[in-house]
């Protein structure tokens, strides 16, 4: 069964664009997870989708989005980029999500100029 | 806010015992969990224990859990260099909120 894959493993923008990262989750999967890491904050949980609606949102501002597909494939969308959005954003899917085990992705590395 | 602590380093010779200690604050957690994580590489999941446990093995592994002080370990037996890493330990609550996370643990082993 393949993981969880997400893209683009890598990404450099510039302040004030905006980005999309892509994550599909292990088939049959239908909750995705998503988080912030870097090496001050840690993991900051970011939103969590199910059945391509928001269950959990953490606090973040607007400007971080997300949605899911009917295939439980999920995106997430950050406009108006800063600086302190450089991060590692991880993704991660289970089977019906809570405070279920979760099987992450490598994630992608976005750098913020 | 649940919240949940680890030491931020440990460093262990190879072939000793490793130690990694995490509390949390959430007297409703129902899962702990511990997962790895490599240079560039995301979370792996090593380990969980229902919180009804008290202690879970699983070949290297040993979890050990003390529910009244809200304090869970991690041991490994007969650490390798390929061991280190950073480890994480997180907490589930009842319902369906999101794990919770430390900021991790790095390992490091000296050969």
Redesign the interface.
């Known amino acids: 069964k393949a993981g ?1 894959t ?1 893209t683009p493993r890598y990404l450099i923008k510039t302040r004030g664009q905006q980005v999309t990262l892509s994550c599909s989750p292990i088939s049959g999967h239908r909750s995705v ?1 998503w ?1 912030q890491q870097t090496p001050g ?3 900051q ?1 970011l939103f ?1 989708y ?1 059945s391509e609606t928001q ?2 949102k ?1 606090n973040f501002p607007g400007r971080f989005s997300g949605r899911q597909f009917s295939n439980s494939r999920s995106e997430m969308n950050v406009s108006t980029l800063e600086l302190g959005d450089s991060a590692l954003y ?1 993704c ?1 899917s289970s089977l019906a ?11 992608t590395q976005l750098s913020v100029l | 806010g649940e919240d949940v602590e680890q030491s931020l380093f440990l460093s262990v010779r190879e072939g000793d015992s490793s130690v990694i200690n995490c509390t949390y604050t959430d007297s409703s957690s ?2 702990l ?1 511990w ?1 790895k994580q490599e240079p ?6 090593l380990t ?1 224990i229902f919180s009804n446990m008290d202690m879970k093995q699983d070949q290297r592994l040993t979890v050990l859990l003390n529910k009244k002080d809200k304090h869970l370990s991690l041991r490994i037996a007969d650490t390798q260099t390929g061991d280190s890493a950073i480890y ?1 330990c997180a907490e ?13 643990t790095r390992l490091s082993v000296i050969a």
């Open positions: 969880v997400q997870s988080y904050q840690g993991l949980f969590e199910f269950r959990n953490g991880l991660a999500g809570g405070g279920e085990k979760l099987f992450f992705g490598s994630g | 129902t899962y969990y997962y560039g590489a995301g979370l792996q999941l969980y994480f589930s609550s009842e319902g369906n909120t999101p794990l919770v996370f430390g900021k991790g």
